[in-house]
T-cell receptor
Framework: AQSVTQLDSHVSVSEGTPVLLRCNYSSSYSPSLFWYVQHPNKGLQLLLKYTSAATLVKGINGFEAEFKKSETSFHLTKPSAHMSDAAEYFCVVSDRDSWGKLQFGAGTQVVVTP | EAEVAQSPRYKITEKSQAVAFWCDPISGHATLYWYRQILGQGPELLVQFQDESVVDDSQLPKDRFSAERLKGVDSTLKIQPAELGDSAMYLC???????????????FGEGSRLTVL
């Protein structure tokens, strides 16, 4: 069975400061992990993915995430927040034996203040 | 850039009425998903198709929901009768998955927002 826990439902940051979104996962097999972003009234867009290659994954718009197996974590970071980063972010896990079935976290709402 | 198309974008209906949503995936994508996203929550898988076959519909309320993908291309999700608790965003996604079920990126449409009065 697979599951994912996003540790913060809301994160508020000032523009230009670092962003950290925390995610812990549980998986019976070697997982693939993803971060998706959803802007208001829009579909979800893939930010980055981990599929057993490099543990530090770089994505679009300056985001990156590090896979830590010992901590079962996949936290998302960005060195400097931009106003356009205000959105909802979802951490997602997929087991290799589940036909690509994705398990979404509950989401983290990011607010960026000037 | 190829996109997943969904219609309608917004639907308001009264309870007990029938509702249908349509999805056209990216050309060549064998796998198609319907997700339901209740406000403030993450998307929940309703049904997954591999070509025209249902791979997973374990979370689909089959007494009122149905989904089909007759020719393995576009898909329709139907609700009959709609209930107040069905108010949500219905998201369609597609991916190019090999028969081995390798992980890959899902491409989402913009969704169909349903409001049941």
């Amino acid at each position: 069975a697979q599951s994912v826990t996003q540790l913060d439902s809301h994160v508020s940051v000032s523009e230009g400061t670092p962003v950290l979104l925390r995610c812990n996962y549980s998986s019976s097999y070697s997982p693939s992990l993803f971060w998706y972003v959803q802007h208001p009234n829009k579909g979800l867009q893939l930010l980055l993915k981990y599929t057993s290659a490099a543990t530090l994954v770089k994505g679009i718009n300056g985001f990156e995430a590090e896979f830590k197996k010992s901590e079962t974590s996949f936290h998302l970071t960005k060195p400097s927040a931009h106003m356009s980063d205000a959105a909802e972010y979802f951490c997602v896990v997929s087991d290799r034996d589940s036909w690509g079935k994705l398990q979404f976290g509950a989401g983290t709402q990011v607010v960026v203040t000037p | 850039e190829a996109e997943v198309a969904q219609s309608p974008r917004y639907k308001i209906t009264e309870k007990s009425q029938a509702v249908a949503f349509w999805c056209d995936p990216i050309s060549g994508h064998a796998t198609l998903y319907w997700y339901r996203q209740i406000l403030g929550q993450g998307p929940e898988l309703l049904v997954q198709f591999q070509d025209e076959s249902v791979v997973d519909d374990s979370q689909l309320p089959k007494d009122r929901f149905s989904a089909e993908r007759l020719k393995g291309v576009d898909s329709t999700l139907k609700i009959q009768p709609a209930e107040l608790g069905d108010s949500a965003m219905y998201l369609c996604a597609s991916s190019f998955f090999g028969l081995a079920g390798e992980d890959g990126e899902l491409f989402f449409g913009e969704g169909s927002r349903l409001t049941v009065l």
